[in-house]
């Protein structure tokens, strides 16, 4: 246990920003979910909709240090290919 005021406090800064890296991870896993979804439903034009929204979530936590930037490059390109190879 934390026995000094800084490392007290560097306790209470790493829990609050577990739990809003938490948060986060959810929301940019809850949107590539609903993409999913909506590839499975077939509507193109709702495809691209949730797809720009969903890139703009893996975007914004590769940003903020959430995840790499190229894991989110890669989660958009296979993304998007799922959405072409339906398209077609």
Known sequence: MANTAQAKKRVRQ????????????SAM???????????EG???S?????????SSALDRAARKGLIHKNKAARLK???SARIKAVAA
């Open 14 to 25: 790493s829990e609050k920003a577990r739990a809003r890296n938490a948060s986060q991870r």
């Open 29 to 39: 896993r809850t949107a590539v979910k609903k993409l999913l979804r909506t590839i």
């Open 42 to 44: 077939g509507d193109k």
């Open 46 to 54: 709702a495809m691209q909709v949730v797809f720009i929204e969903t």
């Open 77 to 79: 390109s296979r993304l």
